[in-house]
């Protein structure tokens, strides 16, 4: 297998030197002017509507998607790219209808939220499961794969790649959400960039491979020869289906996944949440913009990978350790393959999307320990510079935590994506309906939050690991709501168990609300969610385009 040659680590030190440089740049500027945590956590008024945007994507676009959405890409097609298309029109519900909220009652972190609206006991527990989940399955798995494919490009030590990629993110998080907002938008220029060239060298190739030429020569070719692979909505009885269960995708748990994901989520919302609300929204809108060419970067190439693979290419190279087809190994063999100086630049690329994601991440951590823990309940007359400090630590803390965990979560097993799904899906329903019905309706009560919150991942795990067992759930099987597994017990779809479980919270909560309302609204008038004409322009072009997108490739 070809290794990195010269040229290319020449385009990596641009890149590395490039961001460093400029992340150094920034650090400096607002050093003198840092006055408070909120600056440090939140870079608070400083960030622009196309720094915000970027580092939306910069910091969701990771080795996750490059490595395990091009796996799936590989295995069953442009119907994976349902996560990306949706996530452009709940980005749009998001700036619409969730920024005005947080922005008019000054909510800084999701836990601030939840205390605001509910109360202390929610909000403490809703931060230790935020917590659990972000080093235990996010900063773990975005970790791994990121080391996993710069070991597999580069011939490099794995560990040695983990502990590089950590220690990189770390100079960039110290510098706190400032520098990152900033240098997430040169992150974003390398990812964008070199992702393109991949996806254009590989449908090159596969042109090529059929004795012919181009890129649209290439694209056609793949619509011929795997046509099963370009299709957005699975039938019952399709072998995915149980990843993507039809209509769910348009209409049921896809909706939690990216609106939970989008909106309640302190990874993401903290890059808007320093802003006013028309920049908030101006970079909300950019982000979905991007999100509708995350396909053609994340997808398109596990879909070539997969062509060429039926052409009997590296047939030894996708092969794990067992002997076993490996899905997540489809992207790294295809920056083999791109000359020297190119798969550089798709090396940077990768680079950049774990580091942007990792930096991202450790900063929310850090955040939510020092914010919501650390002030509230063990030093509440902390100095700034003292919260500042402790959050330099924790990102140190949460980094070398991650490394030790990521080799024992199995994450290898399940496919990157997917692993990270799953594991979030558990607790993606119950926190979603804590916030939907905090954010409109009043009577919602500190009860109905918590049963939703504890009971919601309670029910979560009896869904996927008691219920087949105790219930025959065939009878659902012609509903679409029940698959079955090859050792033949019906379970139902993890999108599927996230509307079910999060159709039984609003439930509980409706009734606990109705039984004794709450006193704690939010401030909350129907001019908040009015938006400019060119949001609106903008919001139109994106609906349109996934209605386009849908129908060609329903």
Same mark, same amino acid.
């Given at each position: 297998?070809?290794? #990195?040659?010269?040229?290319?680590?020449?385009?990596?030190?641009?890149?590395? !030197?490039?961001?460093?440089?400029?992340?150094?740049?920034?650090?400096?500027?607002?050093?003198?002017?840092?006055?408070?945590?909120?600056?440090? &956590?939140?870079?608070?008024?400083? *960030?622009?509507?196309?720094?915000?945007?970027?580092?939306?994507?910069?910091?969701?676009?990771?080795?996750?998607?490059?490595?395990?959405?091009?796996?799936?890409?590989?295995?069953?097609? #442009?119907?994976?790219?349902?996560?990306?298309?949706?996530?452009?029109?709940?980005?749009?519900?998001?700036?619409? &209808?969730?920024?005005?909220?947080?922005?008019?009652?000054?909510?800084?972190?999701?836990?601030?939220? =939840?205390?605001?609206?509910?109360?202390?006991?929610?909000?403490?527990?809703?931060?230790?499961?935020?917590?659990?989940?972000?080093?235990?399955?996010?900063?773990?798995?975005?970790?791994?794969?990121?080391?996993?494919?710069?070991?597999?490009?580069?011939?490099?030590?794995?560990?040695?790649?983990?502990?590089?990629?950590?220690?990189?993110?770390?100079?960039?998080?110290?510098?706190?959400?400032?520098?990152?907002?900033?240098?997430?938008?040169?992150?974003?220029?390398? #990812?964008? *960039?070199?992702?393109?060239?991949?996806?254009?060298?590989?449908?090159?190739? !596969?042109?090529?491979?059929?004795?012919?030429?181009?890129?649209?020569?290439?694209?056609?070719?793949?619509?011929?020869?795997?046509?099963?692979? &370009?299709?957005?909505?699975?039938?019952?009885?399709?072998?995915?289906?149980?990843?993507?269960?039809?209509?769910?995708?348009?209409?049921?748990?896809?909706?939690?996944?990216?609106?939970?994901?989008?909106?309640?989520?302190?990874?993401?919302?903290?890059?808007?949440?320093?802003?006013?609300?028309?920049?908030?929204?101006?970079?909300?809108?950019?982000?979905?913009?991007?999100?509708? #060419?995350?396909? +053609?970067?994340?997808?398109?190439?596990?879909?070539?990978?997969?062509?060429?693979?039926?052409?009997? =290419?590296?047939?030894?190279?996708?092969?794990?350790?067992?002997?076993?087809?490996?899905?997540?190994?489809?992207?790294?063999?295809?920056?083999?393959?791109? %000359?020297?100086?190119?798969?550089?630049?798709?090396?940077?690329?990768?680079?950049?999307?774990?580091?942007?994601?990792?930096?991202?991440?450790?900063?929310?951590?850090?955040?939510?320990?020092?914010?919501?823990?650390?002030?509230?309940? +063990?030093?509440?007359?902390?100095?700034?510079?003292?919260?500042?400090?402790?959050?330099?630590?924790?990102?140190?803390?949460?980094?070398?935590?991650?490394?030790?965990?990521? %080799?024992?979560?199995?994450?290898?097993?399940?496919?990157?994506?997917?692993?990270?799904?799953?594991?979030?899906?558990?607790?993606?329903?119950?926190?979603?309906?804590?916030?939907?019905?905090?954010?409109?309706?009043?009577?919602?009560?500190?009860?109905?939050?918590?049963?939703?919150?504890?009971?919601?991942?309670?029910?979560?795990?009896?869904?996927?690991?008691?219920? %087949?067992?105790?219930?025959?759930?065939?009878?659902?099987?012609? =509903?679409?709501?029940?698959?079955?597994?090859?050792?033949?017990?019906?379970?139902? %779809?993890?999108?599927?168990?996230?509307?079910?479980?999060?159709?039984?919270?609003?439930?509980?909560?409706?009734?606990?609300?109705?039984?004794?309302?709450?006193?704690?609204?939010?401030?909350?008038?129907?001019?908040?969610?009015? !938006?400019?004409?060119?949001?609106?322009?903008?919001?139109?072009?994106?609906?349109?385009?996934?209605?386009?997108?849908?129908?060609?490739?329903?």
């Amino acid at each position: 297998m070809q290794r #990195l040659q010269t040229l290319d680590y020449v385009v990596f030190l641009i890149y590395f !030197v490039i961001v460093a440089a400029y992340g150094y740049w920034i650090y400096q500027r607002k050093k003198a002017k840092e006055t408070s945590s909120n600056d440090f &956590f939140l870079a608070e008024g400083s *960030l622009t509507w196309w720094a915000i945007g970027s580092s939306l994507i910069a910091s969701n676009i990771s080795a996750e998607q490059f490595i395990g959405a091009s796996g799936d890409g590989f295995a069953m097609g #442009l119907a994976i790219a349902t996560y990306e298309w949706m996530a452009a029109a709940t980005l749009i519900v998001v700036a619409v &209808f969730f920024m005005p909220i947080y922005l008019k009652n000054r909510i800084f972190t999701m836990p601030q939220f =939840l205390t605001q609206r509910y109360n202390n006991t929610v909000a403490m527990i809703m931060a230790v499961f935020w917590l659990f989940l972000y080093v235990l399955v996010n900063l773990t798995s975005i970790l791994f794969l990121g080391a996993l494919a710069v070991s597999t490009i580069s011939g490099l030590n794995f560990t040695a790649c983990m502990i590089g990629l950590a220690v990189f993110a770390v100079i960039i998080t110290l510098g706190g959400m400032k520098v990152i907002g900033y240098t997430d938008v040169i992150q974003v220029f390398f #990812l964008i *960039l070199g992702g393109l060239a991949t996806t254009y060298l590989a449908i090159n190739l !596969v042109s090529s491979q059929n004795g012919t030429d181009g890129v649209f020569n290439g694209v056609n070719l793949m619509f011929t020869q795997s046509s099963d692979h &370009f299709h957005m909505i699975f039938p019952k009885g399709h072998p995915f289906y149980a990843s993507l269960p039809g209509l769910t995708v348009l209409i049921g748990g896809m909706w939690i996944v990216n609106l939970n994901y989008w909106g309640c989520n302190q990874y993401i919302t903290q890059r808007a949440l320093g802003a006013d609300l028309k920049t908030a929204r101006s970079g909300i809108l950019f982000a979905a913009f991007l999100k509708l #060419l995350m396909p +053609i970067i994340v997808i398109l190439p596990g879909i070539a990978a997969y062509t060429l693979y039926q052409k009997g =290419l590296f047939q030894q190279e996708m092969l794990d350790a067992s002997g076993e087809v490996n899905k997540d190994h489809a992207y790294p063999v295809l920056l083999n393959l791109l %000359p020297a100086g190119l798969k550089g630049l798709s090396f940077a690329a990768l680079t950049a999307a774990v580091v942007a994601s990792l930096a991202g991440k450790a900063n929310s951590i850090s955040t939510i320990f020092t914010l919501d823990i650390y002030r509230k309940y +063990i030093s509440p007359k902390a100095s700034e510079q003292q919260l500042v400090r402790v959050g330099r630590v924790t990102i140190w803390v949460a980094m070398v935590m991650a490394i030790l965990i990521s %080799p024992f979560m199995g994450i290898d097993r399940k496919g990157g994506f997917q692993f990270i799904q799953e594991m979030t899906g558990l607790v993606s329903p119950g926190v979603f309906a804590a916030f939907i019905m905090g954010f409109f309706w009043k009577r919602t009560n500190s009860s109905g939050a918590l049963f939703a919150i504890v009971g919601g991942f309670l029910l979560s795990l009896f869904f996927k690991y008691l219920l %087949p067992g105790l219930v025959d759930l065939e009878f659902l099987a012609p =509903l679409g709501f029940a698959v079955q597994g090859a050792d033949g017990v019906y379970t139902i %779809p993890f999108l599927d168990t996230m509307g079910f479980v999060f159709l039984i919270c609003i439930a509980v909560m409706f009734v606990l609300g109705m039984q004794k309302p709450s006193t704690k609204g939010l401030e909350i008038d129907a001019s908040m969610f009015k !938006v400019a004409p060119g949001f609106a322009t903008g919001a139109t072009i994106i609906i349109l385009l996934l209605v386009i997108l849908y129908a060609v490739f329903w």
